[in-house]
T-cell receptor, first 113, second 109 residues
Framework: EAQVTQNPRYLITVTGKKLTVTCSQNMNHEYMSWYRQDPGLGLRQIYYSMNVEVTDKGDVPEGYKVSRKEKRNFPLILESPSPNQTSLYFC????????????FGPGTRLTVT | GQSLEQPSEVTAVEGAIVQINCTYQTSGFYGLSWYQQHDGGAPTFLSYNALDGLEETGRFSSFLSRSDSYGYLLLQELQMKDSASYFCAVKVNGQNFVFGPGTRLSVLP
């Protein structure tokens, strides 16, 4: 089954404790992105990647890091989480021929206390 | 800056037609896409327009006017299952997308 998976689905952590949210897709897609969703603000892009070892900032990259060492994986790293990073996070992927058609993962709900 | 505007809520009855508008002001523009998101779920892709005009996909159609920085999503023959949030999104450059705040559609019996 073609899908984007994220882990964990739910996470409660404390300020300053480094964490990684994993994202993996099995569709051989070139493009991958991370978004955060907050009430009333829609989805805001954090980072995106157009290929292995190619990443770029979205609109809200502060406090986040990403890496793309393999085509299928695109982990999101919060090195020192803060309460304002409490949010619902989505990973998405798309292929080069249909860049607009993004496939989203199920989401990761992160709470930072 | 980048901004997209959509109505926050729309209500319609089953079987009706509803239009959800989206206006945008962005630093670049490569196309406008639409996503549906049910409560507790992930966004799913509906449609996109890179050129002016109407694109039809079953009961859903999407329209774009680049000169007016405006687009809309048209939902016909509304069904209860269409109750969801709908987001427009502009591809600004590369794979950089800016999403609107979303429109919550309620379909009444």
């Amino acid at each position: 089954e073609a899908q984007v998976t994220q882990n964990p689905r739910y996470l409660i952590t404390v300020t300053g404790k480094k964490l990684t949210v994993t994202c993996s897709q099995n569709m051989n897609h070139e493009y991958m992105s991370w978004y955060r969703q907050d009430p009333g603000l829609g989805l805001r892009q954090i980072y995106y990647s157009m290929n292995v070892e190619v990443t770029d900032k979205g609109d809200v990259p502060e406090g986040y890091k990403v890496s793309r060492k393999e085509k299928r994986n695109f982990p999101l790293i919060l090195e020192s989480p803060s309460p304002n990073q409490t949010s619902l996070y989505f990973c998405a992927s798309s292929n080069g021929g249909s860049p607009y058609e993004q496939y989203f993962g199920p989401g990761t709900r992160l709470t930072v206390t | 800056g980048q901004s997209l505007e959509q109505p926050s809520e729309v209500t319609a009855v089953e079987g009706a037609i509803v239009q959800i508008n989206c206006t945008y002001q962005t630093s670049g523009f490569y196309g406008l896409s639409w996503y549906q998101q049910h409560d507790g779920g992930a966004p799913t892709f509906l449609s996109y327009n890179a050129l002016d005009g109407l694109e039809e996909t079953g009961r859903f159609s999407s329209f774009l006017s680049r000169s007016d920085s405006y687009g809309y999503l048209l939902l016909q023959e509304l069904q209860m299952k269409d109750s969801a949030s709908y987001f427009c999104a502009v591809k600004v450059n590369g794979q950089n997308f800016v999403f609107g705040p979303g429109t919550r559609l309620s379909v009444l019996p």
